[in-house]
């Protein structure tokens, strides 16, 4: 029996993020479609139209998308792509998605000192909060890499949960700075950043990873708690093409009736609200375990 590991006697989980980055990435230097180096000291123009095209286009057709199969979905939000484009990151709040924060912009967050990085990560909630009304939750490091002291600092201003962990299919909780605190892992090879961003990848074949994927985690679930995470961005999975794929992705997942389609936090707070039924994780020191570990 699962009637205890998810809500309403659910089987499994599925949560989908979109990261809102356009603003957020260096005038120069961010990697995109356009393979040819530009000279150094060129603002690279026509880069950052793949960006724009993320909030021009992408989070609208995301959002439309999501609207059509009812899933609500967690949106990590860099703190200058929300002050750059204050009426999308209302938007994606205004229509029932939560926003996290996904740091002040595109920079190695871990190299900051202790007082700097807290400086870092409080910039991009006072963003958030002013922009949407709603203060994050959740935290997205740059690239998935937590520094030695983030864990404590976000527990520290009220953060309830991260992502930034890829070891396992299911939350878990930690006590760090001695309460608990909650991990809901993400997942690289279902991320569309990784799926469509190398040679040789289709569209049709990430359909098929995300069903087969699904399949297999549904089967578990009938004896242990599963959570299933798709990442999306929105400049890659924003394309016309891609929301197809996506579309019929939704239409064939949604067939199953005991699925919780979650948002992270309401993952997270489920997990801190049922300690007795989480798993329970106990790490060395980050700096000793080469994990995002407790407080030391």
Not at 9 to 26: C, D, K, L, N
Not at 158 to 170: K, P, Q, V
Not at 243 to 270: C, N
């Amino acid at each position: 029996m699962t009637a205890h590991l998810w809500p309403d006697g659910a089987r499994m989980a599925v949560t989908v993020s979109m990261q809102f980055e356009a603003g957020g990435q260096p005038i120069s230097g961010a990697g995109g479609p356009i393979t040819e180096p530009i000279l150094s000291g060129f603002p690279d123009l026509g880069q950052n139209s793949f960006y724009e095209y993320g909030a021009r286009e992408g989070v609208p057709r995301i959002l439309d998308l999501l609207d059509k199969h009812s899933i609500p979905m967690t949106s990590f939000m860099i703190g200058d792509a929300v002050r750059r484009h204050p009426k999308i990151a209302a938007e994606i709040v205004a229509r029932g998605h939560e926003a996290g924060a996904h740091g002040r912009r595109w920079e190695r967050q871990y190299q900051l000192s202790r007082d700097d990085e807290a400086a870092w990560i409080a910039d991009s909630v006072t963003a958030i909060e002013e922009v949407t009304g709603t203060r994050p939750t959740g935290y997205n490091n740059y690239w998935i890499r937590p520094g030695v002291n983030t864990l404590e600092i976000l527990q520290e201003q009220g953060f309830r949960y991260h992502i930034d962990d890829l070891s396992a299919d299911e939350p878990f909780l930690q006590r760090i700075n001695g309460e608990p605190f909650a991990t809901v892992p993400y997942s690289v090879h279902l991320n569309d950043i990784a799926s469509f961003d190398f040679p040789g990848f289709s569209p049709a074949d990430y359909e098929q990873q995300l069903i087969d994927e699904f399949d297999q985690l549904y089967d578990e679930g009938a004896h242990r708690r599963t959570m299933m995470v798709i990442g999306l961005h929105d400049r890659l999975s924003g394309h016309a093409s891609r929301v197809r794929v996506l579309d019929r992705v939704f239409s064939r997942l949604r067939e199953r009736g005991d699925v919780w389609w979650a948002r992270k936090d309401q993952i997270a707070q489920w997990t801190l609200d049922h300690p007795d039924t989480a798993t329970w994780v106990d790490r060395d020191p980050a700096p000793i375990s080469g994990l995002p570990g407790r407080s030391h």
